[in-house]
């Protein structure tokens, strides 16, 4: 459809751009001249910008499926969802239950608006955009669609007549909110104010014909209401049509061709999901036309067939002329022309003609019953058909903004309708306009006003020149004595279509030139007199302040906490056994790269987002804001946290789960191939890797550094902002962004000026660290090269992405020959083994009172890289969920960095063990902060001196500034880059960083004080997305707050095992005390996420807030040491310095 679309615009395109060839403004021949002016308009077609068209119509159609396929579920048992039609027409249609009415009325509101709510403004943006390219300039969509009725003061005369029909509305409204007041009772019914929405039949409160035997004048009278008749009698959908047919050749009309027989789609498919919405259809080959329609046996829809073929009528009429003339005389036009007609058909003479009434009583109290039936069916409709286009003008126009799309949407029903929502709405996340289908399929709706006004105007005129004499509302123009003229003219009017203006048209029918409210008041003379009757003393028009009383505003949710905590249980059972399943099959995808395990992986997904959507939706059912117990309140808050699992669109969350793999694919995949032999491919682990620690060669570490990137960042760029567009567009039913919805795990209003306070405290220690090193480099490759003031060519600092330098530390040794703290040499000096690694790790766990690791742990982990497949080489630990697999991924190499790796993923592991007795909901880190820190809380004890010495890694153990350096260089490093990524990350959903901008460069110069060796090209070039987090969608911030966490950790636990002394000695598996601070670890481990992390943190510290006091702390004897060797250095950057052309590639 999509494709089709873009086809047709493309070619109106090119046809108006031809016709500017010709001169057609001065051309004689007036139809020459109005042909031309319709062709050379093309509205959106104009759109010069290709993608945007497409998006535009790509919009178009998404919009169209949510509205489609939307179903409301019931609240007690989600899995039966009920289709607007028949499901929720008929509910809307007969239920007389206020509650019931009010789920039916809110559930299609929740399904279809809320998705709808953040696609429209760009719609609107992209329809005003392409509308303003026109040959005419349009100043909006809206101005646009006005243009059609080529009348200057179109929007003065609507407003004209609506005023000479609001006396008629006023009185049938206050008449049924009379009657609805007496089968409601006056607590939900207010006698001045304005009728709850959910109680006029329909779920537009369009049409209120469905509530008939509420309100029926004088019951016991012939019912007009024919469908009991119908469905008594078997009547069939295909005798429905074939009684409108019948009709149309009663009068002269054309009759319907057989292939609107064949080709037509009358019912609903039970196979597929279709738009139900009844629609006629023309296919522009002169025979081809359709209805599409899934209709049922009622009186309604019977009504609903005769207007419906009254478009075909019309097609059928001027199928002659010019496409461009293929068309109403105005849009109003075609809308009047079934109705006209309907006006005959629904009188209870004619119905009696067709069998389906067996007597038709001829006296007051009949006509008023039927004049009631259609004024509950064309009256109540006047004020909706006039509003909704003002309501859309309004957002063309900006005159209405996003922020208030429903808030004014309801203020305008309410002015206008007298209806109000039966609950209040939630103005950030309801979008009740697209719950219509004309505002998703962007089909004009004024048009429908017009066509109420003029099909009055056609049918006393029509009825005149048939004969029919007495009052308008008894006129079968088809039993009138000149029927055959008054068809005839009938037929002259629809053969013009849109050849001439809509005056013309409408002067051959009716004489006049102009629109006139006063057919309908003649048409409801004896109900008006009737009305004002029965109105004595009730209020005319509305109160609008009024709205239902808070106790009628939900269902009641459940409170039984016992019955909570059952299905707490029940739910946690279901848990493990879904989340298993998923989390198998993230691991085989991860252990090997193929297509088919990719698949898997997204089923797996998939699968998991449905649980998750269905617990939510399950859990909502219970009042659970107000339990008492506060863990039970916990777990309910945290189960009906979705995430993107909350994306109700299935086709949107399979693409984000495609382009999550697919990004995770290229980032696992990606290698650098030589200049000088493209078919020796370097792979990040363990080449590119062993490249930048160890080359000391300034243009073979550019070569690995760039070579990286352009092999990953460039293939993510283009996919990187459609994976924004998708998580943001699923956490927004809850979170403003995904940045909003990650910062919402650490519980705190204030977190990034908290992050941001915390990195201040910090940066004199960074700076003074980076001003040193950037000496040593100097001195190592050059002033040429190293700036004095400037920022440090990231790719000479020993790490891909600048994060950790501990591989330049025999660059920037504070004393060569001291004891060496990178005891890599000595690892394989020994013949250490990986598998020694990983039990090197255990016993340390085990020796601080930990849980050791499980026998499965060792048979089913990954701890190098196979040969035979590609793997996601980052390093990982994984809970399966299920109480006792967990596993570790890794590419282990044999060195101290990977050592300390292992103790940070084994702390992970620790984690998952200890907290495993709880429900699913608190397998979790207290935040997700703490779960990142526990693992380098243990490393910063292994990596002392004293304990390198005791596994056997360090010979002699010398009291120097280098094993500072070391870690200094590591953790303030990832400190200033975790607040890089982050920023830059919180900032691309948030806004300020764009598709144009989605390089992170200039964040890395700001907080690392690095600089990238060759010049980027923005257009190109993607360097946050060659850091597995990005891709891979894991939040960083996590990192910055575990570097905080564990020294303050680390500081408490220190002071618990008895440790004295310098704080960056301790060992706390070393201590006197190691098993009162192994057991105080192993408290906080085990509360999950149980508790807000204030309450877990003060377990360990006693505090309840974060500090970079103990970090500092540790680093005191550095920060003194650097300070002193910094004397003469700049402390900082020029942030505008970088690497000299000569020296790129």
């Known amino acids: 459809q999509v494709e089709a679309s873009l086809a047709e615009a493309a070619f109106d395109k090119e046809v108006a751009q031809n016709a500017s060839r010709f001169d057609w403004q001065n051309f004689n021949n007036a139809t020459l001249k109005r042909l031309f002016d319709k062709i050379s308009g093309l509205g959106t077609a104009a759109q010069t910008d290709q993608a945007k068209l497409e998006e ?87 101005a646009y669609w006005r243009s059609w009725y080529e009348t200057d003061d179109f929007q003065e005369q609507l407003e004209n007549l609506y005023n000479q029909l609001q006396p008629l509305y006023n009185n049938l409204h206050a008449y049924v909110r009379k009657k609805l007041r007496e089968q409601y009772g006056e607590d939900k019914i207010s006698a001045t104010g304005p009728i709850p929405a959910h109680l006029l039949g329909n779920m537009w409160s369009q049409s209120w014909i469905n509530i008939y035997d509420l309100v029926e004048p004088y019951p016991g009278k012939t019912s007009l209401d024919v469908t009991p008749k119908m469905l008594a009698d078997g009547w069939t959908v295909d005798r429905m049509f074939r009684t409108s047919d019948n009709f149309f050749t009663d009068m002269g009309q054309v009759g319907m061709p057989q292939n609107f027989w064949e080709n037509s789609m009358f019912v609903k498919p039970p196979d597929k999901d279709v738009v139900c919405h009844a629609s006629a259809w023309d296919f522009y080959n002169a025979h081809d036309v359709r209805v599409k329609m899934c209709t049922n046996i009622n009186m309604d829809d019977l009504v609903t067939i005769h207007h419906e073929m009254g478009h075909i009528e019309y097609y059928l009429q001027y199928k002659h002329q010019p496409v461009p003339f293929r068309r109403g005389g105005n849009p109003g036009f075609h809308e009047a022309v079934g109705d006209l007609l309907a006006l005959s058909v629904s009188t209870p003479t004619h119905l009696q003609g067709i069998g389906l009434l067996d007597t038709v009583d001829d006296d007051d109290q009949s006509d008023i019953n039927f004049l009631m039936s259609m004024a509950l069916d064309k009256v109540s409709f006047l004020p909706f058909g006039y509003l909704m286009d003002q309501w859309r003008w309004g957002v063309f126009n900006g005159s209405i903004t996003p922020a208030t799309y429903n808030q004014e949407w309801w203020k305008l029903r309410t002015h206008y309708q007298g209806i109000v929502p039966p609950i209040p709405r939630n103005n950030a996340k309801d979008f009740d306009p697209g719950c219509k289908f004309h505002i998703p399929g962007n089909t004009p709706y004024i048009r429908y006003f017009v066509s109420f006004i003029v099909q009055f105007q056609f049918h006393k005129a029509l009825c005149d020149t048939s004969g029919h004499t007495g ?103 279901k848990a493990e056994k879904v989340y298993y399943d998923s989390v198998v099959a993230a691991w085989n995808y991860n252990t090997d790269l193929t297509q088919e395990n990719s698949q898997k992986q997204i089923e797996a997904s998939l699968a998991e987002a449905r649980f998750h959507k269905e617990v939510a939706q399950n859990a909502s059912r219970f009042d659970w804001q107000n339990f008492n117990n506060a863990t039970l309140k916990r777990l309910f808050d945290k189960i009906s946290g979705l995430g993107t699992a ?68 460039r293939k993510l760029k283009d996919k990187y902002p459609r994976f924004v567009e998708l998580t943001n567009d699923a956490v927004t039913q809850n979170w403003a962004d995904t940045g909003a919805y990650w910062r919402s795990w650490y519980d705190i209003p204030d977190f990034q000026e908290q992050l941001e306070n915390l990195y201040n405290q910090l940066q004199p220690l960074y700076n003074n660290l980076h001003a040193y090193v950037r000496k040593k480099l100097r001195e190592q490759y050059g002033q040429d090269k190293i700036s004095a003031s400037g920022p440090i060519p990231a790719h000479v600092l020993g790490n891909m992405w600048s994060q950790s330098w501990i591989n330049i530390y025999d660059l920037v040794e504070p004393y060569p020959g001291k004891t060496n703290i990178d005891v890599t040499p000595k690892m394989k000096a020994d013949g250490w083994t990986v598998d020694r690694m990983f039990r090197t790790s255990d016993d340390f766990f085990k020796d601080m009172g930990q849980i050791e690791m499980p026998q499965n742990f060792w048979d089913n982990s990954m701890f190098v ?112 880059y975790a607040t890089e990524e982050s920023a830059w990350r919180l900032g691309t959903p ?51 707050v575990s570097f905080i966490l564990q020294f303050q950790f680390h500081k408490a636990l220190c002071n618990i095992s008895g ?23 192993a408290q906080m481990l085990q509360m999950g996420s149980s508790q807000v992390w204030p309450d877990a943190m003060e377990v360990i510290t006693g505090q309840r807030t974060m500090s970079a006091q103990p970090l500092v702390d540790y680093f005191q004897p550095l920060i003194t040491w650097l300070e002193q060797q910094n004397q003469g250095e700049i402390l900082g950057w020029d942030e505008s310095w970088t690497p000299p052309c000569e020296y790129r590639s």
């Not at 696992?668 to 990040?684: F, H, I, M, Q, V």
Request: glycine share 6%; with cysteine.
């Open 646 to 713: 909350a994306q109700q669109d299935q086709a949107k969350l399979e693409e984000l789960n495609n382009i999550l793999s697919e990004m995770d694919n290229i980032y696992s995949t990606g290698k650098a191939c030589e200049y000088d032999d493209p078919s020796n491919c370097l792979s990040l682990n363990p080449d590119l890797y062993s490249c930048m620690a160890s080359s000391r060669d300034y243009d073979r570490l550019r070569f690995c550094w760039e070579g990286w990137r352009d092999a990953v960042g």
């Open 990 to 1040: 948030t806004g300020p960083i764009n598709t144009h901008n989605l390089n992170c460069n200039n964040m890395q110069t700001r907080y690392q004080g690095i600089v990238p060796p060759i010049p980027r090209n923005h257009a190109k070039d993607f360097d946050p997305g060659c850091k597995f987090h990005i891709p891979a969608n894991a939040p960083y911030i996590r990192y910055f």
């Open 56 to 142: 535009l119509n790509n919009l178009l159609s998404e919009m169209d499926n949510i509205y489609s396929t939307g179903e409301a579920c019931e609240y007690d048992d989600p899995s039966n969802c009920l289709a607007l039609n028949p499901d929720l027409y008929d509910c809307l249609a007969s239920s007389r239950d206020y509650d019931r009415l009010r789920f039916c009325w809110e559930g299609w509101r929740d399904a279809v608006g809320r998705q709808l709510k953040d696609k429209y403004p760009r719609f609107v943006e992209l329809s005003n955009d392409a509308v303003s390219q026109d040959a005419q300039n349009w100043e909006d969509t809206g």
């Open 865 to 976: 890289k196979p040969a035979d497949r590609d793997v996601v080489c980052h390093a990982s630990a994984w809970d399966f969920y299920n109480a006792h697999d967990v596993r570790i991924k890794m590419c282990t190499n044999i060195n101290m960095m990977d050592l300390i790796t292992i103790h940070h993923e084994m702390g992970h592991i620790e984690y998952f063990l200890q907290y495993k007795h709880h429900p699913v909901p608190f397998r979790g880190g207290a935040n997700p902060g703490f779960h990142e820190a526990v693992g380098d809380l243990l490393a910063l004890s292994v990596s002392t001196p004293k304990h390198l010495q005791s596994i056997g890694l360090l010979d002699t153990v010398e009291d120097d500034n280098g094993k500072l350096y070391g870690r200094g260089s590591y953790f303030l490093m990832l400190l200033s």
């Open 471 to 573: 009052p308008l509302h008894k006129c079968d123009i088809s039993a009138g004595p000149n029927k055959a003229a008054a068809g005839e003219k009938l037929a002259q009017m629809l053969q013009m279509g849109s050849s001439q203006m809509w005056p013309d048209a409408m002067e051959v029918i009716t004489g006049q030139r102009t629109m006139s409210a006063q057919p309908i008041l003649d048409y409801f003379q004896p109900l008006i007199t009737w009305l004002e009757q029965q109105n004595q003393g009730e209020r005319l028009g509305w109160d609008e302040s009024w709205t239902p009383t808070s106790q009628n505003v939900a269902p009641q949710g459940i409170t039984d906490e016992q019955q909570a905590w059952d299905f707490i249980w029940d739910y946690n059972a």
């Open 1059 to 1081: 440790h004295t002394g310098p704080l960056h000695k301790c060992d706390i598996s070393a201590g006197p005390n190691k098993a009162a601070a192994g057991e105080k670890l």
